[in-house]
Nanobody, 120 residues
């Protein structure tokens, strides 16, 4: 079993900053990819940022230059630093991790989601 615990969401004014955290625990042999997705009301879930095992990062075009994904391998935690937030960044943000457990079985797990609300 692999579990995720997210934290760090909240209400912030436009132009402000927030940092999301996602800690992974359980039967983890490897973390192959960690990422953040978001879903606004009435919209599809979209990938915001992703980091691979090798450290390659990918960002949604609209957040490039404002958001930064990073990780602490020892803590098995991935972070999303969000700056210059805009009202259109308002959404529920979900952590997603993929990898292999000690039985060499592939896993993909989603976090419970954390609300980010940006007021204008």
């Amino acid at each position: 079993q692999v579990q995720l615990v997210e934290s760090g969401g909240g209400l912030v004014q436009a132009g402000g900053s927030l940092r999301l955290s996602c800690a992974t625990s359980g039967s983890i042999f490897s973390l192959n990819a960690q990422g953040w997705y978001r879903q606004a009301p009435g919209k599809q879930r979209e990938m915001v940022a992703r980091i691979t095992r090798g450290g390659s990062t990918t960002y949604l075009d609209s957040v490039k230059g404002r958001f930064t994904i990073s990780r602490d391998n020892d803590k098995k935690t991935v972070y999303l630093q969000m700056s210059s937030l805009k009202p259109e960044d308002t959404a529920v943000y979900y952590c997603n991790v993929k990898g292999y457990n000690f039985d060499r079985a592939f896993y993909e797990v989603w976090g419970q989601g954390t609300q980010v609300t940006v007021s204008s």
